[in-house]
């Protein structure tokens, strides 16, 4: 099945979104998303339907949150 161009835009818009936020940390920041148990997007739910921001981020900023309050 093609890829919409809508699911196309919203690939892009992470993607911008991911690099444009963390630089050379977004590859890390995008291993973290997980399987969303849908047809699309396969991977990184989305936290709003609006705007390109995805789980993973969430779980990044709690693990730098985690190294620099518990060590």
Same mark, same amino acid.
């Given at each position: 099945?093609?890829?919409?161009?809508?699911?196309?835009?919203?690939? @892009?818009?992470?993607?911008? +979104?991911?690099?444009?936020? &963390?630089?050379?940390?977004?590859?890390?920041? =995008?291993?973290?998303?997980? $399987?969303?148990?849908?047809?699309?997007?396969? @991977?990184?739910?989305?936290? +709003?339907?609006?705007?390109? &921001?995805?789980?993973?981020?969430?779980?990044? =900023?709690?693990?730098?949150? $985690?190294?620099?309050?518990?060590?």
């Amino acid at each position: 099945m093609p890829i919409e161009t809508a699911q196309l835009l919203y690939i @892009v818009k992470v993607a911008e +979104h991911l690099s444009t936020s &963390y630089g050379d940390k977004a590859f890390k920041v =995008a291993r973290l998303a997980q $399987l969303t148990g849908k047809r699309w997007p396969v @991977v990184g739910r989305k936290l +709003h339907d609006d705007y390109p &921001y995805i789980e993973a981020e969430v779980c990044n =900023a709690f693990a730098d949150w $985690l190294k620099i309050f518990l060590l």
